[in-house]
């Protein structure tokens, strides 16, 4: 399978709190649900056909547990296209501290996690959706796991928020594979990780 991700993220990376106001409070942050309701049908529809070409999905902890609360509970998310496509489809979660996980159909990865993840992609099926997730994500990509990454750029700078990219982090080249902007100012950029980047030398 091909390791895929999609991530909501501000103009300045935020990623933490994006779906509303209480969703994610950890560390102070006051400034949540700023990408509710951004983006056009054209987006909506790309997100939920995006979690319907999934063959299965994996996550960190938090958003595991976040998930599983209002996708995998609230009926009316749950007849949703994203939540059926989330019911029908295996999700496995990269936790060390999760042992009876709550939603079904669900497999925690335990022990070395590049070997569980890289014995995943080497299963057949299309993709491996990571969804949100930023720890996991940033994990992903310094472990070389990452084959396509899109984000979904919300025009808003947050000035505080965890964000996607730390100010010492991995280095990665991209490649850019396709991108679209819609009627709200909401992009959509998909790219392909590239090797190392080449930096001028003195």
């Known amino acids: 399978m091909k390791l895929t991700t999609m991530t909501q993220i501000s103009v300045d ?69 994203v939540g059926v496509a989330l019911a029908e489809k295996p999700k496995y ?7 009876t996980p709550s939603w079904g159909d669900t497999t925690v ?37 990452v084959d396509e990454m899109t984000l979904i750029v919300v025009p808003v700078v947050l000035g505080q928020g965890a964000r996607l990219f730390p100010e010492n982090g991995v280095d990665v080249a991209l490649e850019l594979v396709e991108s679209q902007v819609d009627t709200r100012g909401v992009t959509i950029q998909t790219f392909r990780p590239a090797g190392r980047p080449q930096y001028v030398s003195a």
């Open 93 to 99: 979660v990269a936790s060390t501290t999760l042992t």
């Open 109 to 145: 990865l335990s022990g070395d996690l590049v070997d569980a993840i890289a014995e995943l992609k080497a299963k057949p099926g299309g993709e491996l959706l990571v969804n949100g997730s930023g720890t996991l994500v940033r994990w992903l990509l310094a472990n070389d796991l």
């Open 13 to 81: 990376g935020v990623v933490q709190g994006n779906g509303g106001p209480g969703e994610d409070r950890r560390n102070g942050f006051e400034r949540g649900g700023w990408a509710f309701g951004k983006g056009d049908d054209t987006t909506r529809a790309f997100i939920a056909r995006t979690y319907q070409n999934a063959d299965a999905f994996l996550f960190g902890r938090w958003t595991y547990e976040m998930f599983a609360g209002s996708w995998g509970t609230n009926e009316a998310m749950r007849a949703h296209p």
